[in-house]
């Protein structure tokens, strides 16, 4: 998070502490609606699910003592000892969630598999953890990691296999959440068949899908006092149902009821872990949404909060089980008292819709985050608010979402079913991010030995709640596997085909000698102008450009490699997003320009692209010509060197403050600058016509008897070539796979990387290119 701009230097360290403490206090009270909807809403199901089975007929009060016993120990370990202490500490640069983990191990293990990637990332000043001196236990597990490549591979597939169980956790929470809040109504109207409920059930699950484009940042001031009514009226009730029902409960707390119920129902216990799990659905977006709040924000609500309301709310509902064994399937509800039902009823199902909202936007986010490190196809992405970073909404998404809960909620119409298929879905998270973070204490945090008995306590604990989930499999569970088979198919193939493809254009690329022996004309007409050459080669030209030599008879006085990748860092700066270099001598006039963006960055359709993009040549035109270390003398030293172009840059300089003033109602007006480029090239802002509705950027080059005759030369071509109009040149590539490839690689390629790419949105859409100033050019490509 941002520090606080108000907060002067001239305060004491008292205030200082009251103002970080009041903005974490704001930051706890927001995330209760944000965070927490999920996890708060889990005692309308969890002991419905656990009593299930034989358990359900065969069940005393040493019974619901043992399951409550368990439940508050799972509460404690997993969401309380393993994420509040320890895993929202895996923070990458206040960001969370699996590819968090993935990312930060990608930049200090060297695990990724993602095209690209240079050393020159790593002077972004968002990686924030610095590369150590690796300790004895980890350079010999680094060396057998770089020794089997595979695992590798095996890592990629795991942490995509998590991120399909959370798309699947999007499929299943809103089913389990409604249906559960809307059954109340079976308790006081018992004409209410089971078809009329599943039809107010449906017709709130369209509701909410049908408005996730209004965004939630329209809805959000409502989340959190909902969650907190919620929260009070749990712990109110949880506590009422201990006094008047059973205060024995309180002895449950002991661990030896947890041996005592194990002892008592043998194999059934060990099955009723599949429900005693869904206590704790929603904890990973602790750590998922910690980007949006802040660690010490999340830990104070939780342990102060959520955990004691969630564990009074257990114990009521286990004391009300106690003493009124056969009332299982509606053991929320009928544990209420009859004066405040419709209340809590309504209030109820407003926590469902908040939850629900919740996962379905980190579906979004984790969609997003998939195809930000090249393993999803390209979807349209709806920025919901302009003040509110990181709030989107998928079209594509969202409707898939919403036919699979309605086909969900439909076919099962069982919470215990739909329970058995989530709980399966959060238990895998769950054990993927613990052995995602025992590597990161291994590799990032330099604890090799602490990372043993935390993957052997939690790791422990998983697998056997997992274990149990799996016996759900033919109840239920195989949705969860099915849906996340399906989601990482198509990850891991259109992972697959970037990564051959680009592995051809690294493989073919244009020989520098070649490029020189054509002369600066390269062998025809060098039109005015700006070509944008397009290509995923962050070094090299890339072999289409010698198609489009070879196929058009013209091509632009000024040539601009354009690369745009992901780098594994949640957000890149402004400043540093522009990576410059040149290739060939000066009188080629061909620049390289490599556009970085972060894994939660989405590039924003502004219309400055072109702006700042000549902005930033010319800089770099102006620093190669006093810093000797960006120009070559040899041939074989272009194509090399590249330089970060932001204002860090250019504050080295004597006058570098930046003042610009935008035309927002369409006269002109003049930006200026006294950046070290704009002290040379003065902009001047007018607007086109009122067709394109997008502003024009005039540059001027100034009489100045020190500037060097070739750098003048070479920044009015520039300006010249802006003038004349810019161009975005892009391959239209069409991927097949070799005659000699095997059967699964053509399947792969052939059928569905071709089908991905011809049903998902082009890439000139995707980087809010102009059609009007678009130019394709054919090739196929063997791989």
């Known amino acids: 998070m941002e520090p606080e701009s108000g907060i002067s230097p001239t305060r004491n360290p008292s205030q200082l502490s009251w103002v970080n403490l009041s903005r974490n206090l704001l930051l706890a009270y ?37 399951v409550f016993s368990l439940i508050f120990w799972t509460l404690t370990l997993i969401p309380l000892l393993k994420y509040v202490f320890i895993v929202l500490s895996a923070d990458d640069n206040g960001e969370g969630g699996t590819f968090a983990l993935y990312s930060l191990l990608c930049r200090h293990a060297k695990f990724s598999l993602l095209p690209n990637q240079q050393a020159a990332d790593e002077e972004l000043s968002a990686y924030k953890y610095g590369h150590s001196a690796p300790s004895s236990g980890s350079s010999s597990l680094k060396r057998f990691l770089d020794k089997h490549k595979k695992l590798r591979t095996a890592l990629l597939v795991l942490v995509l ?19 559960s809040a809307v059954s109340g109504l079976q308790v006081t109207e018992r004409k209410l068949t089971d078809g009329m409920l599943l039809l107010i059930a449906c017709v709130i699950l369209v509701g909410l899908f049908a408005l996730q484009h209004c965004g939630t940042h329209k809805v959000a001031v409502l989340f959190a006092p909902v969650v907190f009514i919620w929260l009070f009226c749990i712990f109110g009730i949880g506590l009422y149902n201990v006094i008047h029902w059973n205060p024995k ?217 997992l274990s149990s989930a799996f016996t759900k499999v033919p109840q239920g569970g195989w949705v969860p596997i099915m849906l996340s088979f399906i989601f990482m198919v198509v990850m891991f193939v259109w992972h697959y085909g970037t990564r ?165 109602d369409g006269s002109g007006t003049i930006q200026s600058s ?20 997008r502003r024009r950027v005039r540059f001027e080059l100034p009489e100045s008897p020190a500037m060097d005759p070739s750098v003048r030369e070479e920044l009015l071509d520039l300006i010249e070539a802006k003038e004349a109009g810019v161009a975005y040149i892009m391959g239209h590539s069409y991927v097949k796979a070799r005659r000699s490839s095997s059967f699964l690689k053509k399947l792969a390629i052939d059928i569905g990387y071709s089908f991905l790419r011809k049903n998902c949105r082009g890439p000139s859409v995707a980087l809010h290119i102009p059609h009007i100033s678009l130019i394709e050019v054919g090739m196929i490509y063997y791989v």
């Open 249 to 465: 409960i309180v002895q449950a707390l002991s661990p030896h009821y947890i041996f005592k119920f194990f002892n008592q129902t043998g194999r059934e216990g060990w099955i009723s872990l599949g429900g005693v799990l869904l206590c704790i659905t929603g904890t990973e977006a602790m750590f998922a949404d910690i980007g949006h709040f802040t660690s010490f924000s999340i830990r104070l609500v939780f342990t102060f909060v959520i955990y004691p309301c969630l564990v009074v709310q257990y114990m009521g509902q286990a004391a009300y089980l106690s003493k009124n064994i056969g009332n299982i399937n509606h053991s929320f509800y009928d544990s209420i008292p009859e004066p405040v039902f419709w209340p809590v009823f309504v209030i109820a199902t407003l926590a469902a819709i908040v939850g629900s909202q919740a996962i379905i936007t980190a579906t979004f986010s984790i969609v997003k985050q998939c195809h930000a490190l090249g393993c999803f196809p390209r979807v349209k992405v709806v920025h919901t608010s302009k003040h509110i970073y990181g709030q989107i909404y998928i079209p594509e998404i969202n409707w898939i979402l919403m036919i699979l809960t309605l086909a969900i909620t439909v076919g099962f119409r069982d919470t215990t079913l739909i329970g058995n298929a989530y709980g399966l879905a959060c238990m895998t998270v769950m054990l993927i991010t613990t052995c995602l973070m025992a590597l990161v204490i291994t590799f990032v945090w330099q604890k090799g030995l602490f990372a043993i008995p935390f993957l052997l306590l939690f790791g422990f604990i998983e697998v056997m709640y």
């Open 30 to 66: 927001q995330s209760v609606g944000v965070v927490y909807g999920d996890l708060s809403t889990s005692p309308l199901y969890v002991f419905t699910s656990t009593f299930s089975g034989k358990l359900k007929n065969h069940y005393d009060e040493e019974a619901v003592f043992g």
């Open 674 to 693: 006294k950046s070290l480029t704009l002290q040379i090239l003065r902009s001047v802002y007018e607007d086109e016509s009122m067709q394109i509705g």
């Open 161 to 179: 296999f998590g991120a399909s169980m959370v798309i699947g956790d999007g499929v299943l929470n809103p089913a389990i959440s409604v249906l």
């Open 500 to 664: 051959k493809k680009y592995n051809f254009d690294l493989h073919n690329k244009v020989s520098l000698k070649w490029i020189l022996g054509l002369g600066p004309s390269l062998g025809i007409v060098r039109v005015p102008g700006i070509g944008l050459i397009y290509s995923e080669l962050a070094m090299g030209v890339p072999a289409i450009f010698s198609h489009f030599v070879t196929n058009l008879p013209a091509f632009h006085k000024v040539l601009v490699f354009v690369c745009v990748k992901s780098v594994p860092v949640p957000y890149v700066s402004a400043e540093e997003r522009f990576l410059i270099g040149r290739i060939c001598p000066r009188p080629y006039r061909m620049y390289r320009c490599i556009v970085r963006y972060g894994y939660k960055d989405i590039p924003r359709d502004d219309g400055d692209f072109e702006n700042l993009l000549i902005k930033s040549i010319a800089e770099f035109i102006l620093m190669e010509s006093v810093e000797p270390q960006f120009s070559g003398s040899e041939s074989s030293s272009y194509d090399g060197r590249m330089a970060v172009i932001s204002t860090r840059t250019v504050q080295s300089s004597s006058s570098l403050m930046v003042s610009e003033h935008d035309d927002l």
